[in-house]
């Protein structure tokens, strides 16, 4: 799509905050898919507690920016910096990556020498207890009502349409940014020396390298990167409740790291883009079949209806299929083509032998 026609469809009556919306939540899952590909496609670690660290890091913007508790009728929380926007806003996004990276220091100091299977499951574990934490300790979040007065820099003098195009314009630049860092990265010693521990971590041992530190370093990176998203996504939303980071989330970016690529941060973005704006474009697709029936032929809107009797006559189904389709687009992409679109397939062959 041309920017020409972007701009076209932006400006058009009520799909100028849909498209936008759909932009900028994708490029805030691509910064979580490259937090993950650092994690998986550089390193080989089986992370399935991603989502804590993005959690983490809205958390953390939210409570730096939040009023106290004493401004706000029926707050629990004890903890709200008030820090003014917009200037307050750097100082929250880091305050985001910085929770992040330690949360995944934290974590990672527990499971980072467990290999394969055993790393994925306590992740997983670690990041259901983190989220427990989150919405039992109501003294410092809320519990489960959340922080719902985040402040979204810049929104009060500007129409709603403006503030979301000027927003997702940041959001792009701060997702360019940690693109840049990251590629320089990967192409670093230092990454070549990530994909040394992928590859083979006893070969590595015999360099005298520090496995562990290695990992944890790696933990870091791309905890920082996906407290960093938690961060714009925060100011984004305007809340952050505990519900809105389930581990749902963390498949979602899996789905989007291996349909984009593994060990690819091109197709890390690409990915997240082609997932969220698969799930976005098909959210409404029972509205098209209604509006169909409207604007068809009489004889069309009858092969119509006989095509979609079989399935339930309910509200949700149809776009609930789209869940369906991203399940079975997952298992082709990983049956014909494991790379994914962006990706190449030597190193999928890598992380393939160091898990058997």
Same mark, same amino acid.
């Given at each position: ?25 994708? $490029? ?70 910085? $929770? ?9 100091? =527990? ?5 394969? /299977? ?5 992740? *997983? $574990?670690?990041?259901?207890? *983190? ?13 489960? *009502? ?88 925060? /100011? ?64 069309? =809107? ?55």
């Amino acid at each position: 799509m041309s920017v020409i026609n972007l701009i076209i469809l932006i400006s058009l009556p009520g799909w100028g905050s849909f498209i936008l919306t759909a932009l900028t939540i994708a $490029a805030i899952y691509s910064l979580l898919t490259l937090g993950l590909n650092i994690h998986y496609g550089y390193t080989g670690l089986i992370n399935f507690g991603h989502v804590a660290f993005f959690s983490a890091g809205a958390y953390t913007a939210a409570l730096l920016t939040v009023p106290p508790a004493a401004q706000t009728v029926g707050a629990e929380y004890i903890f709200g910096l008030n820090l003014p926007m917009p200037l307050g806003l750097p100082i929250s996004l880091i305050g985001a990556a910085i $929770a992040g990276g330690l949360l995944s220091i934290c974590i990672g100091m =527990t499971s980072a020498r467990l290999s394969s /299977h055993y790393l994925a499951i306590a992740t *997983f $574990a670690l990041a259901g207890i *983190f989220s427990s934490v989150l919405e039992n300790e109501a003294w410092l979040t809320n519990g489960s *009502f959340g922080l719902n007065n985040v402040p979204r820099p810049g929104r009060a003098t500007m129409g709603a349409t403006e503030w979301e195009l000027l927003y997702f314009i940041f959001v792009v630049l701060m997702l360019v940014g940690v693109l840049i860092v990251l590629t320089r990265l990967s192409n670093s010693p230092f990454g070549r020396l990530l994909k040394g521990v992928r590859e083979n971590e006893d070969a590595a041992k015999m360099l005298g390298k520090n496995i562990t530190q290695v990992k944890l370093t790696s933990f870091a990176i791309g905890g920082a990167v996906a407290g960093l998203a938690g961060g714009l996504y925060a /100011h984004y939303i305007g809340s952050v409740v505990v519900q809105q980071f389930v581990p749902s989330v963390t498949f979602t970016i899996w789905a989007a790291l291996l349909l984009g690529g593994v060990a690819s941060n091109s197709g890390a973005i690409l990915g997240a883009f082609l997932l969220v704006g698969f799930q976005e474009s098909t959210r409404f697709l029972t509205n098209i079949y209604d509006g169909l029936l409207v604007v068809l032929p009489e004889i069309m =809107t009858s092969v119509l209806r006989v095509a979609v009797q079989p399935f339930p006559d309910h509200p949700s189904f149809v776009p609930s299929l789209r869940f369906v389709v991203i399940g079975v687009l997952i298992v082709f992409v990983i049956r014909y083509r494991p790379e994914g679109v962006l990706g190449d397939s030597r190193e999928i062959e890598a992380i393939g032998e160091e898990e058997q």
